[in-house]
């Protein structure tokens, strides 16, 4: 079985930051992109942001230049910084993995169950 869980969430004044991290565990063989994904209430699951194997990221326009996605491949966690947060940052933040088990078994996609983040004005 694989596991996502993450962490870091909380209260937090606009202007401030936030740290996010994500530990995938279990069955991994490998991973390719890892990512975080938002949702706030009553509106629909939006990409933060994207980092695979190799280095490349991909960041939703409204985060560019506030967050930033980092990861460290020997422990099999993906970070998110989140500075000058905003009150419409207010949202559930959900990691993902595209992990294969094993060496014979295809990539899936997990998610972990996410963690709160609230911007308070």
């Known amino acids: 079985q694989v596991q996502l869980v993450e962490s870091g969430g909380g209260l937090v004044q606009a202007g401030g930051s936030l740290r996010l991290s994500c530990a995938a565990s279990g069955s991994i063989f490998s991973i390719n992109a890892m990512g975080w994904y938002r949702q706030a209430p009553g509106k629909e699951r939006e990409l933060v942001g994207t980092?695979?194997?190799?280095?490349?990221?991909n960041y939703a326009d409204s985060m560019k230049g506030r967050f930033t996605i980092s990861r460290d491949n020997a422990k099999n966690t993906i970070d998110l910084q989140m500075n000058s947060l905003k009150p419409e940052d207010t949202a559930g933040y959900y990691c993902?993995?595209?992990?294969?088990?094993?060496?014979?078994?295809?990539?899936?996609?997990?998610w972990g169950q996410g963690t709160q983040v609230t911007v308070s004005s």
């Open positions: 993902n993995a595209y992990i294969r088990a094993g060496a014979w078994s295809s990539f899936k996609i997990y």
């Open positions: 980092l695979d194997s190799g280095g490349s990221t």
